[in-house]
């Protein structure tokens, strides 16, 4: 009965303000009970014909006329008493003794009531024989799913309880039939534990859209961590793993995992932040908004988990990094933080308050990268290597090596300009 889009309007009946009567409703049945008189007369008496046939292109104009609302608000209400039927087939279900199937069965009463304020609709539904539809030739010979659609929604306030429960009864269950088909397909799963401590404990776990998943742990207790390595290395499908798993045993009871134990605790990202050239909003402002709510919800919350990918990435290295450094500094303290970045610079910075781990590439491998996440600091050139095994002038190889060894050095001895040398807030 929801396997179509079209029928999102019978939440927006059963839970919205609902259909209302059109104008000057009243004269619908007068005038289909006018044509079926005259149908009848014509019989009786051996009128001609025709004189029956010139009220089938009033009866025409009428239904132009009522407009798309009525239109729609028939569709709708077809769409309810549809729902009322299937979930009383459900409801003769004796197994699997499944909770909502209960529930069906408990709201029958309630639902036979509803179903004699649609018995109307419902009949003319059982007159669509697909091939031919007679209730579509009653609707233009008497105005019949008009006037069975007024009658309707004349009585609607006795039919929505019964909807309602309906319809959150069959949402149930055909949830509980789409986890248990994905879940069918997927034997890597397992049901998390939960804690209240801040605590996030997942082996082997797996992002649910690959299909070909690297799997990679990650334990953090009263810690956070800062992810490092190359574009295309793996950090941010990582990340993305780690909040869905997070989500997935919150809500569904399952991780994608072998084994998973969870805080109790809000899940917030800023994965991609949004760029607008209509409303002049860019990249970064639509970060600082996102990290300012993450603010708000570690001075507030308890305790949440914070995943961000690329922190600032859309100003310059230099007030990058000190955003990055002095924004991490205060989350780590208030939440669970898992950060993605580029800027090496940091590792040494939050040494202490940031678990260090990183993905590396390996240019002697197809595809250069191996997706494992490794615990410490990376100081590797892979990605420099991968430029000269792919036909890089060595030249510029060798000068992006000496660059690279020059400014870490230097960042490690000295810190960045305007930054103190300690990793600890003063």
């Known amino acids: 009965a929801l396997r179509d889009d079209s029928n999102a309007g019978i939440a927006w009946f059963a839970f919205g303000p609902g259909p209302a009567l059109p104008k000057h409703a009243f004269l619908l049945p007068l005038w289909g009970l006018t044509s079926l008189v005259v149908l009848v007369a014509t019989i009786s008496f051996g009128w001609s014909f025709w004189i029956w046939l010139t009220i089938l292109p009033v009866n025409a104009v009428i239904l132009f006329r009522a407009g798309s609302r009525l239109n729609r608000d028939t ?30 069965a408990e709201q029958a009463p309630q639902r036979a009531d509803a179903r004699r ?7 003319l539904q059982r007159l669509d024989f697909g091939v031919f539809d007679l209730s579509s030739v009653l609707t233009l010979a008497f105005l019949a799913k008009p006037i069975a659609c007024v009658a309707a929604i004349g009585r609607f306030e006795r039919l929505r309880p019964a909807l309602a429960a309906a319809f959150e009864s069959i949402g149930a269950i055909d949830a509980a039939i789409a986890v248990a088909s994905y879940l069918e397909g997927r034997p890597d799963h397992c049901r998390p534990g939960f804690t209240t401590r801040p605590l996030l404990d997942i082996r082997d776990g797996c992002h649910p859209l690959l299909a070909r998943p690297v799997r990679n742990s990650l334990r953090l207790d009263r810690q956070s961590a800062l992810i490092t390595g190359s574009n295309m290395a793996g950090k941010t499908t990582f990340v993305k793993m780690i909040a869905i798993n997070q989500i997935l045993g919150r809500t569904l009871g399952f991780c994608l995992a072998a084994s998973a134990t969870l805080p109790l605790a809000e899940v917030m990202t800023s994965i991609r932040g949004e760029q607008s050239v209509e409303s002049g909003r860019s990249h970064y402002f639509s ?25 600032f990435r859309g100003t310059n290295t230099c007030e990058r990094v000190a955003l990055a450094r002095a924004v991490l500094e205060y989350l780590c303290l208030h939440a669970t933080v898992l950060v993605t970045t580029h800027d090496v610079e940091l590792q040494p910075l939050l040494a202490g308050q940031y678990v260090p781990l990183h993905f590396r590439e390996n240019p002697d491998i197809e595809g250069f990268f191996d997706y494992r996440l490794r615990a410490g600091t990376s100081r590797a050139r892979n990605a420099i290597r991968i430029l000269e095994r792919v036909g890089f ?3 510029i190889v060798a000068s992006a090596m000496d660059y690279a060894s020059g400014r870490l050095q230097a960042s490690a001895e000295a810190g960045l300009p305007g930054l103190p040398r300690s990793g600890r807030r003063r």
Do not use: G, N, Y
Not at 76 to 100: F, N, W
């Open 117 to 123: 304020v649609m018995r109307w609709m419902a009949c």
């Open 75 to 104: 569709r709708i209400l077809e769409d309810c008493a549809r729902t009322l039927r299937v979930a009383q087939s459900l409801a003769r279900m004796a197994k699997p003794p499944l909770p909502p199937l209960q529930r069906l």
């Open 393 to 395: 002038p060595a030249r």
């Open 287 to 311: 970060e600082v908004d996102a990290i300012r709510t993450f603010l708000d919800a570690a001075a507030h919350e308890r305790h949440p988990l914070l995943v961000i990918d690329e922190l």
